[in-house]
Every structure is written in C-alpha cells, then in structure tokens.
C-alpha cells in the first residue's frame, strides 16, 4: 500500500512568513508523529497525535509551531512568524498504534529553508 | 533521560567488506525499544529492525545481522559483503515503553566504495 506522504517536498520561504506543511499518514494508521531533522543530526520529536488530538506536544520549540489533525488523518504542521533557525527536514510518521511501541513509518520529508 | 550515541559519524569502506556501526543507548526504563533505521540519498527513513529490551538474541536478516548487549547497553549493527546500495546515514532510535518518543542518535554516514 501506499507510505506516508508528505508536500511539499521543499518550500522556500521567507524569514516572518508563514508556512504549512502536510502529511498524509498510511491508511489506517491511528498515530501520527512530526519530526525536525537538522542538517547532520538525527530526527528530533515535536508532537505527536493519536486520532485527532495531540497526546504530546512537549517537543514543539516554542509557540510559533502548532499542529493540528482534525479528522484523525492528514495532518498540518503549522509555524508562525518563521525564522532562519527553523530550516530543516520536517519529517511525519505514522503507526498503526500509539503505545506499544508499534514500529513508526516515515514520510520522505519536507525540506524547509528560511531565507 | 533518555539518549542514544552513535559515535561513527561516517564510515568508508570497499564494497564486499564487512562493517560494523555501533550504538550505546541511555535509559533508565527497564521496558524500553531499540531501532535501526535507514536513511538512503531520498531522506525517507526506512525501517530495519526494532527489538525490545527483553530479548537479548542476536538477530539475522540475509546480509544484516544486530548484537544487543544489555550489559554495555549496545545495539550494534553489522553489515555483511558490503554493497554500494548500502551507503546511506542509519539511525539508531530508543523509544521507552509507550513508544510515544523516539529519541535517535546523530547517525552514522555509510559510504561504500565499488
């Protein structure tokens, strides 16, 4: 079936703009969780839903990010007043269950640049 | 806290020699998750193996195999007859029980030479 998908693949922007970024988690997937990769570290967590609601947001930087999975699918990643340091890879994961530890599939990415 | 170091930040080897990556894990569960993720040039991590912190077996799957030592809190991964299909950036990841977190380490960058 399909993977995860995220768009766009890259988005340029900005510095005080904002942005939106999509992910669309694998079919039938309760959990799904966004990640920021900086360039030469490992993903780090920002938040993570299970159905429609953020059961752990305690990895969001500060109150520019918010995210948000109204019907308990696709979700949108949402960053105010952007700023340089923001540019990374934002990276969306889905499992079938939150808890459990049931093995996370990964979205290709958004690759996000602040100018 | 949780914390997982990958201390190889990039490996070069020729294509049919074996390598080794290492992972040291931190944790103060004692129900906690490990993980082997690979990250080729397209950025998408794919998922290799996860193994819980109750089976200590060693793992075997064609040209990869995991050594998951309690005792020195490792998860090693070993690549057989290297390819140039295995270069790529391979994350280790530690999640507690809950698996809500993973908390990954920085990577280690595989480039296999023909």
């Known amino acids: 079936g399909a993977g995860v998908s995220q768009t766009p693949s890259n988005k340029v922007t900005e510095k005080g703009k904002y942005v939106e970024l999509r992910c669309d988690p694998i079919?039938?997937?309760?959990?799904l969780y966004w990640y920021r990769q900086s360039l030469g570290q490992g993903p780090e967590f920002l938040i993570y839903?299970?159905?429609?609601?953020?059961?752990?947001d305690s990895g969001l930087p500060n109150d520019r990010f918010f995210a948000v999975r109204p019907e308990g699918s696709v979700s949108t990643l949402k960053i105010q007043r952007t700023e340089r340091g923001d540019s990374a890879v934002y990276l969306c994961?889905?499992?079938?269950?939150?808890?459990?530890?049931?093995?996370?599939?990964f979205g290709p990415g958004t690759r996000l640049t602040v100018l | 806290a949780q914390k997982v170091t990958q201390a190889q930040t990039e490996i070069s080897v020729v294509e049919k020699e074996d390598v080794t990556l290492d992972c040291v894990y931190e944790?103060?569960?004692?129900?906690?998750?490990l993980f082997w993720y690979k990250q080729p040039p397209s950025g998408e991590l794919v998922f290799l193996i996860r193994r819980n912190s109750f089976d200590e077996q060693n793992e075997i799957s064609g040209r990869y195999s995991w050594n998951f030592q309690k005792s020195t809190s490792s998860f090693n991964f070993t690549i057989t007859a290297s390819q140039v299909v295995d270069s790529a950036v391979y994350f280790c990841?530690?999640?507690?029980?809950?698996?809500?977190?993973?908390?990954f380490g920085t990577g280690t960058s595989l480039t296999v030479i023909p």
């Open positions: 990841a530690l999640s507690d029980r809950t698996g809500n977190q993973f908390y």
């Open positions: 994961a889905s499992s079938f269950l939150a808890g459990d530890t049931d093995t996370q599939y």
């Open positions: 839903f299970q159905g429609t609601g953020a059961a752990d």
């Open positions: 079919s039938g997937h309760t959990a």
């Open positions: 944790t103060r569960d004692t129900t906690y998750y």
